[in-house]
């Protein structure tokens, strides 16, 4: 662990998709996620843990009906919400997860109980027994708008691949925050109501290390196809390549040429030890923006397709 200050860093997406009409359109996505830069980003600045401040992060976007996380997650096939998230703590290199969890405000806290747990990623039922002996408040995160898509869906014999998350015709939805704290640490974090529609018992990548990984050299959130991200076992991958000697550029570009190839369709945030941060993309829009110490800004306006961004 670096024992200078460093200038921390923050980097956040509230997922993936096609379009951003059905999120309200740019200004108002770009407002969603300036407000959680601004309250999470000086919890940094006076000496917060990367770790914590990943957890805020996710909370503030985990309670944002916009995203596909918490408080407006996706309903799946059987008309339930059940949600996932997952905690990686990058000094220790430990990940922590919960699966499939319902009724529950903040998915997030579940994966922080767990990191200090023997026990470090629980399934639906171990997920609901922890609610319980936590006592945390039981919690519907259902929203009309959610309940709407899904009752339109069946109407349809659930013909659509997925939820409409975050663009028209389909979209992918997860929130995901990356920190690097004043002593250099980094951590990242990442919570869904999965793709919408799915079947019962279908795991997202969220609450696993390919879609959310942190080390001391690297920290990386994914959003997009979930099953895509786990053929690519994307945040480990490009962690562990940055781990390995590559700058963040160079394993975003390689990791996002690959998938480009396979034809994945997902993004993926990251900070370095350094502080570089990157952006990635194979979908035409990730929901992205960052606070470097001197300034906010975001990818909604990045060009169409394939797109490596480092601020
Ligand atoms: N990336 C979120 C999911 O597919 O569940």
């Known amino acids: ?5 460093v200038q921390p860093k923050l980097v956040i997406h509230g997922g993936a998709g096609s379009s951003l009409h059905s999120k309200g359109g740019i200004e108002a996505v770009r407002k969603s996620l300036y407000d959680v830069l601004e309250e999470v980003y000086p919890l940094l600045k006076d000496g917060a843990s990367a770790v914590d401040a990943v957890v805020r992060g996710c909370q503030l976007l985990e309670d944002d009906p916009r995203f596909n996380a918490g408080t407006g997650s996706v309903v799946q096939s059987d008309g339930q919400i059940r949600m996932s998230a997952s905690l990686m703590d990058g000094l220790m290199q430990r990940f922590s997860g919960a699966i499939n969890v319902s009724r529950v405000q903040h998915p997030i806290e579940l994966a922080q109980f767990l990191q200090h747990s023997d026990d470090r990623v629980l399934s639906d039922f171990g997920s609901a027994e922890l609610l319980r002996e936590l006592q945390l408040p039981i919690y519907d995160p259902m929203t009309d708008l959610r309940l709407h898509e899904w009752m339109q869906e069946r109407q349809g014999n659930f013909s659509k691949a997925m939820a409409d998350v975050v663009a028209e015709p389909a979209g992918m939805g997860t929130i995901g925050v990356v920190a690097l704290d004043v002593h250099g640490r980094l951590a990242a974090g990442t919570s869904t109501g999965g793709k919408g529609f799915e079947r019962i018992g279908r795991v997202s990548d969220s609450a696993m290390p390919a879609g959310n990984y942190a080390a001391q050299s690297a920290a990386v959130s994914c959003t997009g196809i979930g099953e895509h991200i786990m053929d690519e076992c994307l945040a480990a991958r490009i962690v562990i390549r940055v781990t390995d000697g590559l700058s963040l550029k160079a394993a975003f570009e ?18 370095d030890a350094s502080g570089a941060i990157a952006f990635g993309k194979t979908s035409e829009v990730i929901l992205g923006a960052f606070h470097n110490g001197m300034e906010m800004g975001d990818t909604l306006e990045m060009s169409k397709g394939t797109l490596i961004f480092i601020a």
Not at 254 to 271: H, L, V, Y
Request: no cysteine; proline share 0%.
């Open 1 to 5: 662990m670096a024992s200078q200050q």
């Open 254 to 271: 390689r990791s996002f040429t690959e998938a480009d190839e396979r034809q994945r369709d997902f993004g993926a945030i990251g900070i």
